[in-house]
C-alpha cells in the first residue's frame, strides 16, 4: 500500500485478510473495510447456508461509564433503555435536535453504569463527547482497545461451540464477557446479516492475529470462509445501511425505524420533541422495499438512482441488488409519501436505461435470526 495509506487506520486483523486474500478495501469510521475475496455470489451463498468470518473493527465502540452513564446513554437514543438489562444488547438510534439519524449503533450494555455502542460510519465518539460538555452528568466517555469479528451464518452455532469449549451459549442480543486461553473477549449474538451470528469484540488488539487463526482452525470442519459483508443478504432481510439508506437528513418514521422511538418513555432524549412533532403529523416521504423489473442487474450498485412517475423526480433507490435465492432484482428506494404504497409503480433511471420498479414488502425473505 502507498502513500497516504498510513493515516487510515488498519485493524488488528489487517495482516489476516491481506493473507486470506482480500481484493478490496473500501472505507468506514477512517478504517480499512476489508470488501470482498472471491466472486460476491460464492460469498453470499457461503453466508447463507454455511458461516463466514468478517473483519469489522471498522465498527468503532463508543464507551460511556461513570455515575451517570445510564442517564447519559438513555439521553442520546429514543429507545427506553430501562428495558435493557445488564448482558443484554439493543439495537439503537441515536437522534440530533430535529431527529435525524446520527448513528444506528448496537448497545451492548456490559453492567449497570458501563455501556459500548457499536457504531456505523459516523463519528459518534465526537458526538458524544459535544453532549457530554453541556449535559451536566458524571460520565467518561472513550474509545476503548476493542476490535469486533463477526461470525455469521447458520453454521456459526457450531464454530462458537468448538471454539469456547461449549461454555458461551447465548440467545438473540445477548452477550457474555469471557476469555480465550487469556484472549480477552466479548462476545455477543448479534451481526449485519439475516443469518444466525455473532461477535467477538477483541479487548486487546495484540492477540488480533492470533485470535483470528483461532477462529479459523475452529472452524474449519464447519467449513468456514473468509468474506466481506453481504449487501445481498442484509436487502434480503430488510436490514439498513449507514450512510446508504439512511443519515442525518432522514428521521427514524421516514426510514420504518419508527418501532425503535418510545416517545411515551421516561426519558426526554435529544430529538424527542421534533420526533413528537412528525409522529403527530406524518412523514412526506417513506423508504420502501422494491422489486425492478428486468434482468439480472449488470453491474454493483454505486450510487442513486433517480426515481420518476408521470416525468416528475419523486425520489431516488438507495441500493439495489440481485437476490440469488428469489431470482429478483430487489432493493430500497426513498419515494414521497403518495408513490409509497404497495402495490405503487414507478420509473427508475439505471445507468444502463429506464427501467420499471414495484413497491412490495420488506424484509424480501424472513432470516433465521
Given at each position: 500500500?502507498?502513500?497516504?495509506?498510513?493515516?487510515?487506520?488498519?485493524?488488528?486483523?489487517?495482516?489476516?485478510?491481506?493473507?486470506?486474500?482480500?481484493?478490496?478495501?473500501?472505507?468506514?469510521?477512517?478504517?480499512?473495510?476489508?470488501?470482498?475475496?472471491?466472486?460476491?455470489?460464492?460469498?453470499?451463498?457461503?453466508?447463507?447456508?454455511?458461516?463466514?468470518?468478517?473483519?469489522?473493527?471498522?465498527?468503532?465502540?463508543?464507551?460511556?461509564?461513570?455515575?451517570?452513564?445510564?442517564?447519559?446513554?438513555?439521553?442520546?437514543?429514543?429507545?427506553?433503555?430501562?428495558?435493557?438489562?445488564?448482558?443484554?444488547?439493543?439495537?439503537?438510534?441515536?437522534?440530533?435536535?430535529?431527529?435525524?439519524?446520527?448513528?444506528?449503533?448496537?448497545?451492548?450494555?456490559?453492567?449497570?453504569?458501563?455501556?459500548?455502542?457499536?457504531?456505523?460510519?459516523?463519528?459518534?465518539?465526537?458526538?458524544?463527547?459535544?453532549?457530554?460538555?453541556?449535559?451536566?452528568?458524571?460520565?467518561?466517555?472513550?474509545?476503548?482497545?476493542?476490535?469486533?469479528?463477526?461470525?455469521?451464518?447458520?453454521?456459526?452455532?457450531?464454530?462458537?461451540?468448538?471454539?469456547?469449549?461449549?461454555?458461551?451459549?447465548?440467545?438473540?442480543?445477548?452477550?457474555?464477557?469471557?476469555?480465550?486461553?487469556?484472549?480477552?473477549?466479548?462476545?455477543?449474538?448479534?451481526?449485519?446479516?439475516?443469518?444466525?451470528?455473532?461477535?467477538?469484540?477483541?479487548?486487546?488488539?495484540?492477540?488480533?492475529?492470533?485470535?483470528?487463526?483461532?477462529?479459523?482452525?475452529?472452524?474449519?470442519?464447519?467449513?468456514?470462509?473468509?468474506?466481506?459483508?453481504?449487501?445481498?443478504?442484509?436487502?434480503?432481510?430488510?436490514?439498513?445501511?449507514?450512510?446508504?439508506?439512511?443519515?442525518?437528513s432522514t428521521n427514524p418514521y421516514e426510514?420504518?425505524?419508527?418501532?425503535?422511538?418510545?416517545?411515551?418513555?421516561?426519558?426526554?432524549?435529544?430529538?424527542?420533541?421534533?420526533?413528537?412533532?412528525?409522529?403527530?403529523?406524518?412523514?412526506?416521504?417513506?423508504?420502501?422495499?422494491?422489486?425492478?423489473?428486468?434482468?439480472?442487474?449488470?453491474?454493483?450498485?454505486?450510487?442513486?438512482?433517480?426515481?420518476?412517475?408521470?416525468?416528475?423526480?419523486?425520489?431516488?433507490?438507495?441500493?439495489?441488488?440481485?437476490?440469488?435465492?428469489?431470482?429478483?432484482?430487489?432493493?430500497?428506494?426513498?419515494?414521497?409519501?403518495?408513490?409509497?404504497?404497495?402495490?405503487?409503480?414507478?420509473?427508475?433511471?439505471?445507468?444502463?436505461?429506464?427501467?420499471?420498479?414495484?413497491?412490495?414488502?420488506k424484509p424480501f425473505i424472513d432470516g433465521?435470526?
Amino acid at each position: 500500500m502507498s502513500g497516504v495509506d498510513y493515516w487510515i487506520r488498519r485493524s488488528p486483523y489487517f495482516e489476516a485478510t491481506r493473507r486470506a486474500g482480500c481484493r478490496r478495501y473500501s472505507f468506514a469510521n477512517h478504517m480499512y473495510q476489508p470488501g470482498s475475496y472471491a466472486d460476491p455470489i460464492e460469498e453470499y451463498w457461503k453466508l447463507v447456508t454455511d458461516v463466514t468470518l468478517w473483519d469489522v473493527a471498522t465498527e468503532r465502540q463508543v464507551e460511556i461509564t461513570g455515575p451517570d452513564a445510564f442517564a447519559f446513554t438513555d439521553l442520546l437514543t429514543p429507545r427506553d433503555l430501562s428495558r435493557c438489562p445488564v448482558g443484554r444488547c439493543r439495537y439503537t438510534l441515536i437522534t440530533a435536535p430535529d431527529g435525524g439519524i446520527v448513528n444506528d449503533p448496537v448497545l451492548l450494555r456490559l453492567a449497570e453504569t458501563r455501556f459500548w455502542l457499536s457504531t456505523s460510519d459516523s463519528d459518534l465518539l465526537l458526538w458524544a463527547k459535544g453532549v457530554a460538555v453541556n449535559a451536566g452528568l458524571d460520565v467518561a466517555i472513550a474509545e476503548p482497545d476493542v476490535s469486533p469479528l463477526q461470525i455469521q451464518g447458520p453454521r456459526s452455532t457450531g464454530v462458537i461451540e468448538a471454539l469456547f469449549g461449549g461454555r458461551v451459549v447465548l440467545g438473540r442480543y445477548a452477550l457474555v464477557e469471557t476469555e480465550l486461553d487469556g484472549i480477552p473477549l466479548v462476545v455477543s449474538r448479534t451481526g449485519w446479516s439475516g443469518e444466525i451470528g455473532y461477535e467477538l469484540f477483541l479487548r486487546d488488539g495484540r492477540y488480533g492475529d492470533e485470535l483470528w487463526e483461532r477462529v479459523l482452525h475452529a472452524g474449519a470442519p464447519f467449513g468456514i470462509a473468509v468474506t466481506g459483508p453481504s449487501d445481498i443478504n442484509r436487502v434480503e432481510a430488510g436490514i439498513l445501511g449507514y450512510r446508504c439508506d439512511m443519515d442525518l437528513s432522514t428521521n427514524p418514521y421516514e426510514v420504518g425505524l419508527g418501532r425503535l422511538v418510545d416517545l411515551d418513555g421516561p426519558n426526554d432524549f435529544i430529538g424527542k420533541a421534533a420526533l413528537e412533532r412528525i409522529a403527530a403529523t406524518g412523514v412526506r416521504r417513506l423508504l420502501v422495499g422494491i422489486e425492478i423489473a428486468g434482468d439480472e442487474l449488470p453491474a454493483p450498485f454505486e450510487e442513486p438512482w433517480p426515481v420518476t412517475a408521470a416525468g416528475e423526480t419523486i425520489g431516488a433507490v438507495t441500493v439495489a441488488v440481485r437476490s440469488p435465492r428469489l431470482a429478483r432484482n430487489i432493493g430500497y428506494a426513498m419515494v414521497s409519501i403518495d408513490h409509497a404504497r404497495l402495490g405503487s409503480t414507478f420509473d427508475v433511471a439505471a445507468p444502463w436505461g429506464a427501467v420499471a420498479a414495484t413497491v412490495v414488502p420488506k424484509p424480501f425473505i424472513d432470516g433465521s435470526r
